[in-house]
């Protein structure tokens, strides 16, 4: 596979595999296209398993009194749902697409550090396993996304959240690995003359995130560490009796937690930015204005946390400081709707599926965005806490924000990734159906939630009059399932006989759409020198932009380029390694020995060491 | 800045050995201070913020000499400081919230 | 395709978009994120702060002086960590094992201290159960132990290689990449001895 110009030496533990096949190439591979792709399949199995989750829960609220599942079973539903969702379906697949975009965008061959990069998906993988293993002893967590002191104190739960403390504590060290790899990454890999003020939007966005997670991390870590060891070792960080405050829970919780909103949220922006100029055929509106809204939210998203706990009594001084920096904060936002609906206006507008998930989006998020702004202020929020008025607010933002706007990033990059477009008939069918489905789920619940109706219930009496908006509730979910459905079908048929679609399908702007679809695995023969933003737009059609007509021998055709380079064979491609699957491991072992069986733990903990030693000793090349 | 630029490792100026030296002395005689004030009953009342000066001195020689990011690129400084700033943000919130804001408890 | 061959812009290795070495550029990252960790524990630390319901108080076990001693032993520490990399930038291999050995030595005694602090902390009564006190100032100093116990290991580890003639002025850098992170260790103490021994609680 990799051309290398000189024989490497090679010493170290293992050999490194060269050309694995089949399986071995999916386990060993450091390539960010295909670990990319691992992501993305991933994130869409939990997906699956997530809204499973939810439809049982649709299922069970349809009717008044109904008995679908117990509250027992319901309480984990709701657990696993929300935790699922966003740690591992929303967070990987953005990393899906920063694995296998970001690259291309910034004109690199491959990320700064590949090995850690396959490290940072299986560690992801291994948390998600281990946040599962619950099920197999019918242990599942069941204390909330948010896993509030002190119910989850020994003395007022059950083993299920040790499950949820081992398993979020090993995707959180995955979530790290991949942020700190793409920072690097997008600020050392850039093209020449790629500036910051070049970067495409999703570059831009994919940075941002990184920032915010590795500075929300740790807390959560800590948190989870506080946690365990309340559980384990009888510490009392949370433990009432001997002098811990559940409160401190609560703090440490949000200030990872409202970073991590943001770092669900913004990937979805950036990859709205990306379609709505190129289905308009205008660049962005307002670059600069863009830029800056995304960066200020990477300070301010650290300065708004406790407005997740105004009903816990913070006091009226420390109420109006997080009330009023929570409405700083929608005013970036603010910016961002303007200068996408600024982009669409006086276009020449295509509505491809693409377009229709973006421009969905800004619908949905505007929405959700205003509810946001209205519990913004704490005696509202006083009300609004904990009723169905939220579950509507923070599922506008996510599904109609964020899992919209993935979609969307989906069919736009999906003939990139496999060559083939995904059918338009049936993409059209996906998005109104979901888009209707979603409305009719969640819209009902603002109604609900002004009602009085208390999120987190299992059931209701029929007397409250919540029935009717609950049926239609329950109605849209499954036409969402049906949706859902629709995209399985699209995928499956484009795969085997999808439409081919040329290297630049939808008259793209930025580097991805300048090399083969899909992508040759060293990405570019010749590294790309970037003029302008916009870069590929701007070597197609240079007048259009005033600028003058580049020279032909800079408008060359990378694609048919690349022979030429291998033919040179100085591309320098990592090879693929055992080691980051093999670190990993040592990580599912030592958490499955935490939570079952502690001499596995040491066990664990030397493969590991061994796998750290191993990798470090590897000879790198390329 | 628009071409790749090939990694130069030292371009910048270097502290040499006798400076470090004299750093590291400046840094014991902070240090014994720091003890020595722990000591003094008549400072009890102002011991708080002389010792919060004395070690911010302290960490600030060793950030910028010691890990050179007083002639190391700006680019490092930006990340350090902004850990350490949400860091600095967080902690005195949580004071400010447990203790300054909350029911009367002496801190 | 003539104009392919000639084009000049082929990603070499150390070549980056500003100059800095990717591997660098991680540790400062990583050092901003620790921040966060660290002001976690910290926080988590100062909550608690004045809170003795039961158990010992830090007046009760604190052992300034001895805390002082091995406080200037890490303090120190960072001093033999610039100078082994001086060595290794003039190229001088002989005393960089010596400086990198005295770094790794005086990070042990800090450790030894940490290690008897603690037993004679439990024989006093106080350890990771007794009230938030104790959980709260285990863990922080504890993840600042394990800290200091990587970094030994690393740099051990360095020496290992210099030993073995591996180490050559070409590769200072990695030198100076563990001397940040042991740097940042000693810096986190300078802040938990002002904090957590020295400003007293009530
Ligand atoms: C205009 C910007 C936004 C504002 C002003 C805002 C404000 C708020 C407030 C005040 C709450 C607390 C409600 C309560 O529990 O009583 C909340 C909850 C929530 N928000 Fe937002 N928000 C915004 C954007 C977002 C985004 C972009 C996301 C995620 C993509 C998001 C996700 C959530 C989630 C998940 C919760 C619920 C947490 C829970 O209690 O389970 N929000 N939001
Ligand atoms: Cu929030």
């Given at each position: 596979?990799a051309?290398?110009?000189?024989?490497?030496?090679r010493r170290?533990?293992?050999?490194?595999?060269?050309a694995?096949?089949?399986?071995?190439?999916?386990v060993t591979?450091?390539?960010?296209?295909q670990?990319?792709i691992l992501?993305?399949?991933?994130a869409?199995?939990?997906?699956?398993i997530?809204?499973?989750?939810?439809?049982l829960?649709?299922?069970?609220?349809a009717?008044?009194?109904a008995n679908v599942?117990?509250?027992g079973?319901f309480?984990?539903?709701?657990t696993?749902?929300?935790?699922?969702?966003i740690?591992m379906?929303v967070m990987?697949?953005?990393?899906?697409?920063?694995?296998?975009?970001v690259?291309?965008?910034?004109?690199?061959r491959?990320?700064?550090?590949p090995?850690l990069?396959?490290?940072?998906?299986?560690v992801?993988?291994?948390?998600?396993?281990?946040?599962?293993?619950g099920f197999?002893?019918q242990?599942?967590p069941?204390?909330?996304?948010?896993?509030?002191?002190?119910?989850t104190?020994?003395?007022?739960?059950?083993?299920?959240?040790?499950?949820?403390?081992?398993?979020?504590?090993?995707?959180?060290v995955?979530s790290?690995?991949?942020?700190f790899?793409f920072?690097?990454?997008?600020?050392?890999l850039?093209?020449?003359g790629?500036?910051?003020?070049r970067?495409?939007?999703?570059?831009?966005?994919?940075?941002?995130t990184?920032i915010?997670?590795?500075?929300?991390?740790?807390?959560?870590?800590?948190?989870?560490?506080?946690?365990?060891?309340?559980?384990?070792?009888?510490?009392?960080?949370?433990?009432t009796?001997?002098?811990?405050d559940?409160?401190?829970?609560?703090?440490?919780?949000?200030?990872?937690?409202h970073?991590?909103v943001?770092?669900?949220?913004?990937?979805a922006m950036?990859i709205v930015?990306e379609?709505?100029?190129v289905?308009?055929?205008?660049?962005?509106?307002?670059?600069?204005?863009?830029v800056?809204?995304?960066a200020s939210i990477?300070?301010?998203s650290f300065?708004?946390?406790?407005h997740?706990?105004?009903t816990?009594?913070?006091?009226?001084?420390?109420?109006?400081?997080?009330?009023?920096?929570t409405?700083?904060?929608?005013?970036?936002?603010?910016?961002k709707?303007?200068?996408w609906?600024?982009?669409?206006y006086?276009?020449?507008v295509?509505?491809?599926?693409?377009h229709?998930?973006?421009?969905?989006f800004?619908?949905?998020?505007t929405?959700g965005?205003?509810?946001g702004?209205?519990?913004?202020s704490?005696p509202?929020?006083?009300?609004?806490?904990?009723?169905?008025?939220?579950?509507?607010?923070f599922?506008y933002?996510?599904f109609?924000?964020s899992?919209?706007?993935l979609?969307g990033?989906i069919?736009?990059?999906?003939?990139?990734?496999?060559?083939?477009f995904?059918?338009?008939?049936?993409?059209q069918?996906?998005?109104w159906?979901m888009?209707?489905?979603?409305?009719l789920?969640?819209?009902?619940?603002h109604?609900?939630?002004v009602?009085g109706?208390?999120?987190?219930?299992?059931t209701?009496p029929?007397?409250?009059?919540?029935?009717?908006w609950?049926?239609?509730?329950?109605?849209g979910?499954?036409?969402?399932g049906?949706?859902?459905?629709?995209f399985?079908a699209n995928v499956?048929?484009?795969?085997r006989a999808?439409e081919?679609?040329?290297?630049?399908?939808?008259?793209?702007?930025?580097?991805?759409?300048?090399?083969?679809s899909?992508?040759p695995?060293?990405?570019?023969?010749?590294?790309?020198?970037?003029?302008?933003?916009d870069?590929?737009w701007?070597e197609?059609?240079?007048?259009?932009?005033?600028?003058?007509?580049?020279?032909?021998?800079e408008r060359?055709?990378?694609?048919?380029?690349?022979?030429?380079?291998?033919a040179?064979?100085h591309?320098?491609?990592?090879?693929?390694s055992?080691?980051?699957i093999?670190t990993a491991?040592?990580?599912?072992?030592?958490?499955?020995?935490?939570?079952?069986?502690?001499?596995l733990l040491?066990v664990g903990?030397?493969?590991?060491l061994?796998?750290?030693?191993g990798?470090?000793?590897?000879?790198?090349?390329? | 800045m628009?071409?790749?630029?090939?990694v130069?490792e030292?371009?910048e100026h270097?502290?040499?050995?006798?400076?470090?030296?004299?750093?590291?002395?400046?840094?014991?005689?902070?240090t014994?201070?720091?003890?020595?004030?722990?000591?003094?009953p008549?400072?009890?009342p102002v011991i708080?913020?002389m010792l919060?000066?004395?070690?911010?001195?302290?960490f600030?020689?060793?950030?910028?000499?010691?890990?050179?990011?007083?002639?190391?690129?700006?680019?490092?400084?930006?990340?350090?400081?902004?850990?350490?700033?949400?860091?600095?943000?967080?902690i005195?919130?949580?004071?400010?919230l447990?203790h300054?804001?909350?029911?009367?408890?002496?801190? | 395709?003539?104009h392919?061959a000639?084009?000049?812009?082929?990603?070499h290795?150390?070549?980056?978009?500003?100059?800095?070495?990717?591997r660098?550029?991680?540790?400062w990252?990583?050092?901003?994120s620790?921040?966060?960790l660290f002001?976690?524990?910290i926080?988590t630390y100062l909550?608690?702060?004045?809170?003795?319901?039961?158990g010992?108080k830090?007046?009760?076990?604190?052992?300034i002086?001895?805390?002082?001693?091995?406080?200037?032993?890490?303090l120190?520490?960072?001093l033999?960590m610039?100078?082994?990399?001086?060595?290794?930038?003039?190229?001088?291999?002989?005393?960089?094992?010596?400086?990198?050995?005295?770094?790794a030595?005086?990070?042990?005694v800090?450790?030894?201290?940490?290690?008897?602090?603690?037993?004679t902390f439990?024989?006093?009564g106080l350890?990771?159960t007794t009230?938030?006190?104790?959980?709260?100032f285990?863990?922080?100093?504890?993840?600042?132990?394990?800290?200091?116990?990587?970094?030994?290991?690393?740099?051990?580890m360095?020496?290992?290689?210099?030993?073995?003639g591996q180490?050559?002025?070409?590769?200072?850098?990695d030198?100076?990449?563990a001397g940040?992170y042991?740097?940042?260790?000693d810096?986190v103490?300078?802040?938990i001895?002002?904090v957590?021994?020295?400003?007293?609680?009530i």
């Amino acid at each position: 596979m990799a051309t290398i110009a000189a024989p490497v030496e090679r010493r170290g533990l293992l050999a490194r595999p060269v050309a694995p096949r089949g399986i071995w190439a999916w386990v060993t591979t450091v390539d960010a296209k295909q670990i990319g792709i691992l992501y993305g399949a991933t994130a869409f199995i939990f997906f699956l398993i997530g809204g499973t989750e939810a439809l049982l829960m649709r299922t069970q609220l349809a009717v008044p009194n109904a008995n679908v599942v117990g509250p027992g079973t319901f309480n984990a539903l709701f657990t696993m749902h929300g935790t699922t969702m966003i740690f591992m379906v929303v967070m990987p697949l953005s990393a899906a697409f920063f694995n296998y975009i970001v690259p291309l965008q910034i004109g690199a061959r491959d990320v700064a550090f590949p090995r850690l990069n396959a490290f940072s998906y299986w560690v992801f993988l291994s948390g998600g396993l281990l946040m599962h293993f619950g099920f197999l002893i019918q242990q599942v967590p069941d204390v909330g996304w948010f896993a509030y002191a002190n119910l989850t104190e020994n003395a007022f739960s059950q083993r299920g959240v040790d499950f949820w403390v081992v398993g979020l504590q090993v995707l959180g060290v995955g979530s790290l690995a991949a942020g700190f790899n793409f920072l690097v990454t997008i600020i050392n890999l850039r093209a020449p003359g790629l500036t910051l003020m070049r970067m495409p939007l999703f570059t831009w966005t994919t940075f941002i995130t990184s920032i915010l997670i590795v500075l929300a991390f740790p807390v959560i870590t800590i948190a989870l560490v506080e946690l365990m060891f309340d559980r384990l070792f009888g510490a009392n960080f949370f433990n009432t009796a001997n002098g811990g405050d559940p409160i401190l829970w609560q703090h440490l919780f949000w200030v990872f937690g409202h970073p991590e909103v943001y770092i669900l949220i913004l990937p979805a922006m950036g990859i709205v930015s990306e379609i709505v100029p190129v289905f308009s055929r205008k660049p962005l509106f307002g670059y600069p204005f863009m830029v800056y809204a995304v960066a200020s939210i990477a300070f301010l998203s650290f300065t708004v946390w406790a407005h997740h706990m105004f009903t816990t009594g913070l006091g009226p001084i420390a109420a109006s400081f997080f009330a009023a920096s929570t409405m700083l904060i929608a005013v970036p936002t603010g910016i961002k709707i303007f200068n996408w609906i600024s982009t669409v206006y006086g276009g020449s507008v295509r509505l491809n599926t693409p377009h229709l998930f973006a421009l969905g989006f800004i619908a949905m998020f505007t929405i959700g965005g205003l509810s946001g702004v209205m519990h913004a202020s704490p005696p509202v929020d006083t009300q609004q806490q904990d009723t169905y008025f939220v579950v509507a607010h923070f599922h506008y933002v996510l599904f109609g924000g964020s899992v919209l706007a993935l979609f969307g990033g989906i069919y736009y990059w999906f003939p990139k990734i496999t060559g083939r477009f995904l059918g338009e008939g049936l993409g059209q069918l996906n998005f109104w159906l979901m888009m209707i489905g979603f409305n009719l789920t969640f819209g009902p619940m603002h109604f609900l939630g002004v009602d009085g109706m208390p999120r987190r219930i299992f059931t209701y009496p029929a007397e409250m009059g919540w029935g009717l908006w609950n049926l239609v509730s329950t109605i849209g979910a499954y036409a969402i399932g049906l949706s859902v459905l629709v995209f399985i079908a699209n995928v499956s048929k484009s795969l085997r006989a999808g439409e081919r679609a040329g290297s630049d399908p939808w008259d793209g702007r930025t580097l991805e759409w300048s090399i083969s679809s899909p992508p040759p695995h060293y990405n570019f023969a010749t590294i790309p020198v970037v003029h302008g933003r916009d870069a590929f737009w701007l070597e197609k059609y240079p007048e259009l932009e005033g600028h003058a007509a580049a020279a032909p021998d800079e408008r060359r055709d990378r694609t048919a380029a690349h022979d030429a380079g291998e033919a040179h064979g100085h591309i320098h491609v990592p090879d693929p390694s055992y080691w980051p699957i093999a670190t990993a491991a040592g990580i599912l072992v030592a958490g499955t020995g935490v939570l079952f069986a502690m001499p596995l733990l040491p066990v664990g903990l030397f493969v590991v060491l061994v796998g750290v030693v191993g990798w470090s000793m590897e000879p790198v090349n390329g | 800045m628009s071409a790749r630029v090939p990694v130069v490792e030292h371009a910048e100026h270097h502290p040499g050995a006798t400076e470090y030296i004299r750093i590291a002395l400046v840094l014991t005689v902070i240090t014994a201070a720091e003890v020595a004030v722990y000591y003094v009953p008549s400072l009890r009342p102002v011991i708080m913020p002389m010792l919060m000066v004395l070690s911010a001195t302290k960490f600030a020689l060793v950030v910028m000499f010691y890990m050179h990011l007083k002639f190391d690129n700006r680019l490092f400084s930006g990340f350090f400081i902004f850990g350490l700033v949400c860091a600095a943000f967080m902690i005195t919130a949580f004071i400010t919230l447990f203790h300054l804001l909350s029911a009367p408890k002496a801190f | 395709m003539e104009h392919v061959a000639a084009l000049p812009a082929q990603a070499h290795v150390g070549e980056t978009s500003t100059g800095l070495n990717s591997r660098k550029v991680l540790m400062w990252a990583f050092l901003g994120s620790d921040c966060m960790l660290f002001g976690s524990l910290i926080g988590t630390y100062l909550v608690y702060r004045g809170n003795y319901p039961s158990g010992p108080k830090p007046s009760d076990v604190f052992d300034i002086p001895y805390t002082s001693v091995s406080a200037f032993a890490l303090l120190m520490s960072s001093l033999a960590m610039v100078l082994a990399l001086a060595a290794i930038q003039r190229g001088d291999i002989r005393r960089l094992k010596i400086w990198l050995l005295c770094v790794a030595g005086l990070g042990l005694v800090f450790i030894g201290g940490q290690v008897y602090e603690f037993t004679t902390f439990g024989s006093e009564g106080l350890n990771l159960t007794t009230a938030t006190f104790g959980s709260s100032f285990f863990t922080l100093t504890g993840f600042h132990g394990t800290h200091v116990t990587f970094g030994i290991v690393w740099l051990l580890m360095l020496w290992m290689l210099a030993a073995r003639g591996q180490m050559t002025q070409a590769r200072s850098l990695d030198v100076e990449i563990a001397g940040l992170y042991w740097h940042f260790v000693d810096i986190v103490w300078i802040i938990i001895f002002t904090v957590v021994y020295l400003i007293p609680a009530i």
